[in-house]
């Protein structure tokens, strides 16, 4: 088989660009051809206003690549274009030249941009679903992604133009959710309940089960939705009973930094970004890591890699964080943006090392059954291999296959 796989990266890269990465390689690794058209988001500092006017049409619609893409078709006749990002510099003329030139295209739904322009359900520190029922139009008051309404406008222009010409529908053949939450949320706004399937985000390589419980640990991008100004506030209330190491940055990091020495949290011990070996490393140390998201996340990462390190998760019960932490088995839940309930959660959680080891064992068996890359590949050629069959007109049964 033969997969060309379409991107766009990230300024800051992120979540999105790590599982595009290790998809390729998991497809590689098993003998599938990949050819990768790849963009990425890079910008000079300055940009004119003529230069600003030309990205906005090109997130809309991309000359080049649908050239580029016609060509790649033609030239390399891939079974299949698996698309994951296309925002700004690709665009959705992608998947016009694969329409025209017969080929079947999955696109994995990474984020919620297509029913929400900040990608999340989330505006002013709270969740919003509005845009579901008012349209993708109505968060360009509030200026959602990245609070502006020029770029929110861009972004709720793009979806508009490709929602009128059918793009979503018409010329893509499936979508990947990453979880059942997920699904529902975009079967909610519209999109076809049958060509949405569920795969999750997988863990490569296995990095082992660790052990210790030294620590709580925090993974991840330090900035608002995530909540962490929540989860500070909370081990205040714990009064430096419980160390934690936070690993990541982001747009907070230094304001949560000015406000650990202000509230004299001397049990927080900030990492920084490091990679990935290091952050498995003090992962499998951890006696559980803590998930405060507020806002819908998609599918974090940093669960499945609790699982497969045999650390528990303390997680907020919104959106699919609920779903992949099972309460009271691989992990805990507590209320979202509540500080007092998760300080409770994790004194709890401290005071019961035995109880947390068990369900250490419970998050590791959950990672052997759902998170392998081996489990994860099965899934993806299933999905392949039905939409490949279903563009054709032949018949597979995606159910029995998976």
Not at 196 to 220: E, R, S, T
Not at 340 to 361: F, K, V
């Given at each position: 088989?033969?997969?060309?796989?379409?991107?766009?990266?990230?300024?800051?890269?992120?979540?999105?660009?790590?599982?595009?990465?290790?998809?390729?390689?998991?497809?590689?690794?098993?003998?599938?051809?990949?050819?990768?058209?790849?963009?990425?988001?890079?910008?000079?500092?300055?940009?004119?206003?003529?230069?600003?006017?030309?990205?906005?049409?090109?997130?809309?619609?991309?000359?080049?690549?649908?050239?580029?893409?016609?060509?790649?078709?033609?030239?390399?006749?891939?079974?299949?274009?698996?698309?994951?990002?296309?925002?700004?510099?690709?665009?959705?003329?992608?998947?016009?030249?694969?329409?025209?030139?017969?080929?079947?295209?999955?696109?994995?739904?990474?984020?919620?941009?297509?029913?929400?322009?900040?990608?999340?359900?989330?505006?002013?520190?709270?969740?919003?679903e509005e845009c579901i029922d008012a349209g993708v139009w109505h968060g360009v008051r509030y200026g959602c992604y990245r609070n502006s309404r020029v770029a929110t406008g861009v972004v709720a222009l793009m979806v508009s133009?490709?929602?009128?010409?059918?793009?979503?529908?018409?010329?893509?053949?499936?979508?990947?959710?990453?979880?059942?939450?997920?699904?529902?949320?975009?079967?909610?706004?519209?999109?076809?309940?049958?060509?949405?399937?569920?795969?999750?985000?997988?863990?490569?390589?296995?990095?082992?089960?660790?052990?210790?419980?030294?620590?709580?640990?925090?993974?991840?991008?330090?900035?608002?939705?995530?909540?962490?100004?929540?989860?500070?506030?909370?081990?205040?209330?714990?009064?430096?009973?419980?160390?934690?190491?936070?690993?990541?940055?982001?747009?907070?990091?230094?304001?949560?930094?000015?406000?650990?020495?202000?509230?004299?949290?001397?049990?927080?011990?900030?990492?920084?970004?490091?990679?990935?070996?290091?952050?498995?490393?003090?992962?499998?140390?951890?006696?559980?890591?803590?998930?405060?998201?507020?806002?819908?996340?998609?599918?974090?990462?940093?669960?499945?890699?609790?699982?497969?390190?045999?650390?528990?998760?303390?997680?907020?019960?919104?959106?699919?964080?609920?779903?992949?932490?099972?309460?009271?088995?691989?992990?805990?839940?507590?209320?979202?943006?509540?500080?007092?309930?998760?300080?409770?959660?994790?004194?709890?959680?401290?005071?019961?090392?035995?109880?947390?080891?068990?369900?250490?064992?419970?998050?590791?068996?959950?990672?052997?059954?759902?998170?392998?890359?081996?489990?994860?590949?099965?899934?993806?050629?299933?999905?392949?291999?039905?939409?490949?069959?279903?563009?054709?007109?032949?018949?597979?049964?995606?159910?029995?296959?998976n």
């Amino acid at each position: 088989m033969k997969v060309l796989v379409v991107h766009n990266s990230y300024q800051e890269h992120g979540g999105e660009d790590i599982v595009y990465e290790q998809e390729c390689h998991l497809l590689r690794k098993n003998g599938i051809e990949v050819i990768e058209y790849r963009r990425d988001n890079e910008l000079p500092a300055y940009l004119s206003f003529g230069d600003r006017l030309q990205l906005a049409r090109t997130s809309v619609w991309s000359d080049s690549t649908r050239v580029e893409i016609d060509r790649l078709l033609r030239s390399e006749r891939p079974d299949i274009v698996h698309v994951h990002n296309t925002l700004f510099r690709i665009s959705p003329s992608v998947y016009w030249a694969c329409k025209e030139a017969g080929v079947p295209v999955v696109q994995t739904l990474h984020n919620y941009r297509l029913l929400c322009p900040g990608g999340q359900f989330m505006r002013s520190s709270r969740l919003c679903e509005e845009c579901i029922d008012a349209g993708v139009w109505h968060g360009v008051r509030y200026g959602c992604y990245r609070n502006s309404r020029v770029a929110t406008g861009v972004v709720a222009l793009m979806v508009s133009v490709h929602r009128w010409r059918k793009t979503w529908t018409n010329c893509i053949d499936g979508y990947i959710a990453l979880s059942e939450f997920s699904r529902s949320k975009f079967v909610e706004g519209g999109f076809p309940t049958s060509k949405i399937f569920v795969k999750p985000n997988f863990v490569y390589p296995d990095p082992g089960i660790g052990g210790g419980q030294q620590y709580a640990v925090v993974l991840g991008r330090l900035s608002p939705e995530k909540g962490i100004r929540t989860l500070l506030s909370a081990w205040q209330l714990l009064r430096n009973r419980i160390p934690l190491l936070i690993v990541g940055d982001g747009p907070l990091g230094g304001e949560l930094q000015q406000q650990a020495a202000d509230d004299k949290l001397s049990t927080i011990t900030f990492c920084g970004q490091v990679e990935r070996p290091r952050a498995m490393s003090i992962l499998k140390k951890a006696r559980f890591l803590v998930v405060p998201s507020e806002c819908y996340e998609n599918f974090p990462c940093a669960i499945a890699e609790a699982y497969a390190c045999g650390v528990p998760v303390l997680a907020s019960s919104v959106g699919s964080i609920k779903e992949l932490v099972k309460d009271h088995r691989t992990g805990l839940h507590f209320r979202a943006g509540d500080r007092d309930d998760l300080a409770r959660t994790a004194d709890w959680a401290w005071s019961h090392p035995q109880e947390l080891q068990l369900m250490g064992l419970a998050a590791r068996a959950e990672y052997e059954g759902r998170y392998t890359a081996a489990r994860n590949y099965t899934l993806l050629m299933n999905i392949y291999r039905h939409l490949i069959a279903t563009h054709s007109g032949l018949k597979h049964d995606y159910a029995i296959a998976n």
